[in-house]
């Protein structure tokens, strides 16, 4: 009987050992699981955290890109206007030498172009300025000067025909002439009215950028011509043939 009831003890014991490394080992797997999934979510954390700063990068250089974006539009808004205002006051200035196709003024994207027929400046073969011519460069000139952080840039065209006789010692070809002309236009913008002379220059086209065909009087009368660009500081000023394509005549 104590036999027996010692065995039963013992496989009491045994059972009860066999059920508590059972439910301990349960236990422990389920501990082991939950602290990898902890570390998986801690992994995952970091990774957003990373990503949410990434993104808060993102959108700051976005925040600033979108301010200098509109500032650099408002400032090109503000130069459009100023722009706009020059040519306004010129179209008015020079409303009678318009209407009489002498002059003409046109806005070429952000710039603007005063057209002049020699005829209204020099005299035939000269490069001497007309007192009729001055009076348009005063007008002119008044109104440029008042574009600040623009340039200004003078450029003098012929037609094709060639410089003969007594006058070809003064000016050997189209070269000369369209320089000495420009040159003078410059000079007077400098001297007269008074325009800093660092956003000035003059250019010579001679008869390689004709407006019309040479081949008649009225074609070879457009082709000669002083044009007045105002454009950006700082940047080159375009040929009529790179801008003849965008160039829209001012109404």
Not at 228 to 238: D, E, N, R, V, W
Request: aromatic share 4%.
């Amino acid at each position: 009987m104590v036999k027996w009831i010692i065995g039963l003890l013992l496989l009491l014991l045994v059972a009860g050992g066999a059920l508590g490394y059972w439910l301990f080992g349960s236990q422990k797997q389920e501990l082991e699981a939950t602290h990898e999934q902890l570390m998986e979510a801690r992994q995952d954390a970091a990774e957003y955290r990373r990503r949410a700063a990434d993104l808060d990068a993102i959108r700051a250089r976005l925040e600033r890109s979108s301010a200098e974006l509109q500032e650099e539009v408002a400032k090109k808004e503000n130069e459009l206007a100023r722009l706009h205002s020059a040519q306004d006051e010129l179209l008015s200035e020079l409303e009678q030498e318009i209407a009489d196709k002498q002059v003409q003024v046109e806005q070429i994207r952000d710039q603007l172009r005063v057209e002049m027929v020699d005829e209204v400046l020099f005299d035939s073969g000269e490069s001497a300025l007309k007192p009729e011519g001055i009076a348009i460069l005063r007008k002119v000139g008044s109104v440029l000067k008042k574009a600040e952080g623009r340039t200004i840039e003078v450029q003098g065209h012929t037609d094709n025909v060639p410089i003969r006789g007594a006058l070809a010692q003064k000016y050997p070809t189209n070269w000369e002439l369209s320089a000495a002309r420009a040159t003078n236009v410059v000079r007077f913008l400098q001297d007269e009215v008074d325009i800093d002379p660092s956003v000035l220059s003059a250019a010579a086209r001679s008869e390689y950028q004709p407006r019309a065909s040479n081949d008649t009087e009225e074609g070879r009368r457009q082709n000669r011509r002083i044009e007045i660009l105002l454009g950006p500081g700082g940047s080159a000023l375009p040929t009529r043939a790179s801008t003849a394509a965008t160039e829209q005549p001012v109404p």
